[in-house]
């Protein structure tokens, strides 16, 4: 089967590999139907070091059922699935706490472990647990919104959790990429009244807007601390969703937090320590986030993508064919394309 192969940063290649086929009797293989790029796919694009057998990429796709092992019971061929990015067993004492992405059993896509899904197939460890069953068909038009439940969607969610988003209050959002605006659309969705966007990129700023977005900063650094606390009266904001991961975007994001407020991060750290732990210390604000648990967030964000109430899939600007891949990373790494759809 064909699959998106990357050797080493900025060399990424279509590749035959051998077909993905169950392993443990807990597997699924699904046919892709979509998948995607994230932004998280670019940082190993940037910073890779080059290897011979290369890691197949990919951690967000919807597919069909093609088979299923012995032990697998909710999951039969035929079915349309999303995949959430981690895998996880839906058994142990994390996932029933709602922490599937810390799952005993489980792991993640489009690792050196695990092969990823851009490409035709893939390998779905303890299918029971990790896919979710779809109730639209194949090519429904609400697929750009339900294939952003398998990460920007539910990790935008988590980073609105994280940071105590409640009703009636203000949210400022730092990283207009798709996991930010997807912050924009879970921060609303919860309650926010005030909602300020920290990014630069016009078209991106627009669509924040639409999503709920009633104020944006462009500035950066401290210039763009004293504008948030312009806005919010001279306190900062209750709830910030780091969604970036750099030093320079945590610190901002600690420093707009009002005293006593919440940061959730989801931005992978790029760094071994955390900035600003004095101002964090000082003003008393949490800071959480992680991977996002986005199977435990499906259900309950599904129904509002059914019914229209959240359009998450307009954060997709580019669709391919599993050829293009290459040139969507391209694509979203020189900011041409926010988020690039791939049909394999
Ligand atoms: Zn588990």
Redesign the pocket.
């Known amino acids: 089967m064909r699959a998106t192969v990357m050797f080493g940063a900025g060399d990424v290649r279509i590749e035959n590999v051998p077909d993905a086929h169950l392993i443990e009797p807990t597997d699924a293989v699904i046919t892709v139907t979509r998948a995607c790029i994230c932004g998280s796919d670019l940082w190993p694009y940037k910073t890779m070091e080059h290897t011979d057998s290369g890691r197949v990429m990919g951690h967000e796709a919807i597919g069909i059922v093609e088979a299923v092992g012995a032990d697998v019971r909710t999951i039969k061929a035929g079915d349309l699935v999303v995949m959430p990015f981690a895998y996880?067993?839906?058994?142990?004492?994390?996932?029933h706490e709602g922490l599937?992405t810390s799952?005993?059993?489980?792991g993640f896509f489009g690792t050196s472990e695990l092969a990823g899904a851009q490409a035709e197939a893939v390998r779905i460890p303890q299918a029971d647990?990790t896919l979710f069953v779809l109730p639209v068909g194949k090519d429904d038009a609400l697929m750009p919104s339900l294939l952003t439940l398998s990460d920007v969607m539910g990790t935008g969610h988590h980073a609105a959790v994280a940071a105590k988003v409640a009703p009636g209050e203000t949210v400022a959002v730092v990283g207009d990429g798709a996991v930010g605006l997807c912050g924009v659309i879970a921060a609303r969705r919860l309650g926010a009244e005030q909602i300020i966007m920290l990014g630069r990129h016009a078209d991106r700023i627009a669509l924040a807007r639409e999503f709920g977005a009633t104020d944006v900063v462009s500035e950066r650094g401290a210039e763009a601390v004293e504008r948030v606390r312009e806005l919010t009266g001279g306190f900062g904001v209750h709830s910030v969703l780091e969604c970036v991961g750099l030093d320079e975007s945590m610190l901002t994001a600690i420093s707009i937090a009002r005293p006593g407020g919440g940061v959730g991060r989801v931005g992978v750290p790029q760094h071994e320590l955390m900035p600003a732990s004095q101002p964090a210390f000082y003003n008393n604000v949490t800071v959480s986030g992680g991977p996002a648990p986005v199977r435990a967030y499906i259900e309950e964000l599904l129904s509002d993508v059914l019914e229209g109430r959240i359009e998450p899939g307009r954060v997709f600007d580019r669709v391919i064919g599993l050829d293009e891949v290459p040139a969507g990373y391209r694509a979203m790494n020189e900011r041409e394309a926010i988020k690039v759809m791939v049909e394999p």
Do not use: E
């Not at 799952?103 to 489980?106: K, L, N, S, T």
């Open positions: 996880s067993d839906g058994n142990c004492i994390f996932c599937q799952c005993i059993h489980g647990g």
